[in-house]
């Protein structure tokens, strides 16, 4: 029928079409503009306009949706083809993306915990199936590569998730700052007695040093050189 002169046109409703992809996007987006204590699957409906229930046809819950959203940022991280002669550094530089990543989205390292520390993803099963072509073709024994490939990633999340806490406390209290918390413990430490802490005391400058990625880049390395260990020495020419 033509339209009557004293009709109204009606305005179409633009449906969204949920997906998952579409719900770890909005899920995400919560993460990196509120923080994870803000995630909930009705606040991700909110960010979708949808109701809460709607959700669970393309994720089982909170723990599936944390898993996939971990997954989905772990997926930038990029592994090399493997070079025995450069397989510590390939293991370094593997390890520096998944913090680099994590920190990128604010404290959503903080919820690794909630999936026992173990995604399973397509993205986070191809990056350790990387990791292990790395280690293995270093000659160490899987056993050896099965543990680093649990070791180093802990690592990594415990730093990514401490510098998440100390960036959230800054954010809320100027006095919580990780340079106001340097300072607070270099007056504790100096303060404490010489003759019952010799070594504290003596090692103050040191105990609170934070220069950049130096402790980070420290941490790494003992746990590579320590993998180096179980590597067959390279022959004698």
């Known amino acids: 029928m033509p339209a009557t002169p004293w009709g109204r046109p009606r305005k179409t409703a633009v449906r969204r079409v949920l ?9 995400l987006h919560v993460v ?5 204590d803000a995630l909930s699957m009705r606040r991700v409906a ?29 997926g930038a991280v990029d592994c090399p083809e493997p070079d025995p002669a450069r397989w510590q550094e390939q293991v370094k530089d593997v390890m ?3 913090r680099a990543v994590l ?9 690794m915990p909630e999936v026992n520390g173990i995604p399973t993803g397509e993205n986070v099963t191809r990056a350790a199936e990387g990791m292990l072509a790395i280690l293995a073709a270093a000659g160490l024994p899987p056993r050896v ?21 100390r960036a959230r406390r800054g954010a809320a209290d100027p006095e ?13 430490y100096s303060s404490l007695p010489k003759d019952r802490f010799p070594l504290i005391t003596g090692m103050v400058d040191d105990l609170v040093r934070a220069e ?8 790494l390395d003992l746990l590579v050189s320590g993998l180096a260990k179980h590597a067959p020495a390279a022959p004698v020419t």
């Open 176 to 188: 919580q700052t990780h340079d106001a918390l340097l300072a607070w413990l270099t007056t504790y």
């Open 145 to 165: 590569c099965a543990y680093a490939v649990d070791a180093l990633p802990l690592y990594v999340t415990a730093v990514a998730a401490e510098e998440a806490a």
């Open 103 to 111: 920190v990128r989205h604010g404290d959503l390292a903080c919820l």
């Open 46 to 74: 909110q960010e979708l306009g949808t109701g809460a229930a709607s959700l669970y046809a393309h994720v089982a819950g909170r723990e599936e949706l944390i898993a996939l959203l971990l997954d989905r940022v772990l």
């Open 32 to 36: 990196d503009t509120e923080g994870v």
């Open 212 to 219: 950049g990625d130096e402790r980070f880049e420290f941490g």
């Open 19 to 27: 997906s998952q992809d579409a719900v770890v996007t909005a899920a």
């Open 96 to 98: 520096r993306q998944a």
